[in-house]
């Protein structure tokens, strides 16, 4: 690397370093329904079918999927 490197670099940079990033004005309201036990248990049951499941089955069958056939 020559000792200009730095300076270019520096120079493309800098420009950037100055931008503002517009934050978003989020606001929200209290919900209307407060969510029950079973509306909650429905939700993590379902997150855990979709995703964790799939996972377990193809970490649990690691060893069949390496074999070739």
């Given at each position: 690397?020559?000792?200009l490197?730095?300076?270019?670099?520096?120079g493309?940079?800098?420009?950037?370093?100055?931008?503002?990033?517009?934050?978003?004005?989020?606001?929200?309201?209290?919900?209307?329904?407060?969510?029950?036990?079973?509306?909650?248990?429905?939700?993590?049951?379902?997150?855990?079918?979709?995703?964790?499941?799939?996972?377990?089955?193809?970490?649990?069958?690691l060893?069949?999927?390496?074999?070739?056939?």
């Amino acid at each position: 690397m020559s000792v200009l490197t730095p300076l270019l670099l520096r120079g493309l940079t800098g420009p950037a370093r100055r931008l503002l990033v517009p934050r978003a004005q989020v606001h929200s309201k209290p919900p209307r329904e407060q969510l029950g036990t079973m509306d909650i248990t429905i939700g993590l049951t379902s997150c855990f079918l979709c995703f964790l499941l799939p996972a377990g089955w193809v970490l649990s069958h690691l060893e069949n999927y390496k074999k070739r056939e």
